[in-house]
T-cell receptor, first 115, second 114 residues
């Protein structure tokens, strides 16, 4: 079975400070992992994905994430938050073998950015 | 521009009515998906389709139905059997159902039961 846990339902930061959104997965197999962003009343947009190549993945808008197999984590970071980063963020896992290949979504983390 | 369109953006339904949500894509993707989003619950899979004329139930298929007669289209019907249909519905597509395939999402339809 696969599951993904986003450890914080809300994260609040000040503009210009670093962002850390945490994601842990449980999987018996090597996963593919994704981060998506959703602005209010909009669809989701892909930020970045890990597919067993480099463990440090760079995405759009200055975001990056590091795959750590020993910690079963895929945390999303950004060095300096911008007001436009305020949104809902979803971590998603797909099994790479033995599974159904259907994405499993975390419950989301709401990022709040204060001026 | 390639992408996914959903219509309508807002939909109101009276109790006991069936309603159909439209989803169209021009990305030439084989796989399409329907999700329901409720506050604090992330996205839950309703149905997905890997190819024309084939679809599978997701985690919360009860009270919903779909069809996939064309590659570009994957409409979702919310039936009167769905007891709590008020939610935000998202359609997505991917090249295939597979390990590396990211999903592309439409803008969503917000359904409200009156």
């Amino acid at each position: 079975a696969q599951s993904v846990t986003q450890l914080d339902s809300h994260v609040s930061v000040s503009e210009g400070t670093p962002v850390l959104l945490r994601c842990n997965y449980s999987s018996s197999y090597s996963p593919s992992l994704f981060w998506y962003v959703q602005h209010p009343n909009k669809g989701l947009q892909l930020l970045l994905k890990y597919t067993s190549a480099a463990t440090l993945v760079k995405g759009i808008n200055g975001f990056e994430a590091e795959f750590k197999k020993s910690e079963t984590s895929f945390h999303l970071t950004k060095p300096s938050a911008h007001m436009s980063d305020a949104a809902e963020y979803f971590c998603v896992v797909i099994l790479t073998s033995g599974g159904s290949y259907i994405p499993t979504f975390g419950r989301g983390t709401s990022l709040i950015v204060h001026p | 521009d390639g992408g996914i369109t959903q219509s309508p953006k807002y939909l109101f339904r009276k109790e006991g009515q069936n309603v159909t949500l439209s989803c169209e894509q021009n990305l030439n993707h084989d796989a399409m998906y329907w999700y329901r989003q409720d506050p604090g619950q992330g996205l839950r899979l309703i149905y997905y389709s890997q190819i024309v004329n084939d679809f599978q139930k997701g985690d919360i298929a009860e009270g919903y139905s779909v069809s996939r007669e064309k590659k570009e289209s994957f409409p979702l019907t919310v039936t009167s059997a769905q007891k709590n249909p008020t939610a935000f519905y998202l359609c997505a597509s991917s090249m295939q159902v597979g390990i590396y395939n990211e999903q592309f999402f439409g803008p969503g339809t917000r359904l409200t039961v009156l």
